[in-house]
């Protein structure tokens, strides 16, 4: 059973940062797409960003300019850099894996990182 191991999360102010970092095994940072989604209290959970094994990234409206997704294959990280960090996006932010094989989807879930956004 492959782990992902995410850290950086905290409290910080509006219009502060944070940097959300996912590790995980080489197997993983070879093949998968790799995201970061959010939860928030009450509602479901959402995609905030995706980045293929080759680099390409996609974003969710809310976050795009603000929140930057980057992965580094050969260090197998994977890095949510979160700028001008508003109330609304409080929530448990978790890293996800993706393989997409012929015989059906392969899906990895780290245990969440909770980021709060408060003055």
């Known amino acids: 059973q492959e782990q992902l191991v995410e850290s950086g999360g905290g409290l910080v102010q509006p219009g502060g940062s944070l940097r959300l970092s996912c590790s995980g095994s080489p197997n993983i940072f070879r093949t998968f797409t790799m995201a970061w989604y959010r939860q928030a209290p009450g509602k479901q959970r959402e995609l905030v960003a995706s980045?293929?094994?080759?680099?390409?990234?996609e974003y969710a409206d809310s976050t795009k300019g603000r929140f930057s997704i980057s992965r580094d294959n050969a260090k197998r990280t994977m890095v949510l850099q979160m700028n001008n960090l508003q109330l609304e996006d409080t929530a448990v932010y978790y890293c996800?894996?993706?393989?997409?094989?012929?015989?059906?989807?392969?899906?990895?879930w780290g245990e969440g990182t909770q980021v709060t956004v408060s003055s």
């Open positions: 996800h894996a993706q393989f997409l094989p012929p015989s059906g989807s392969i899906d990895y």
């Open positions: 980045i293929t094994s080759g680099g390409l990234t």
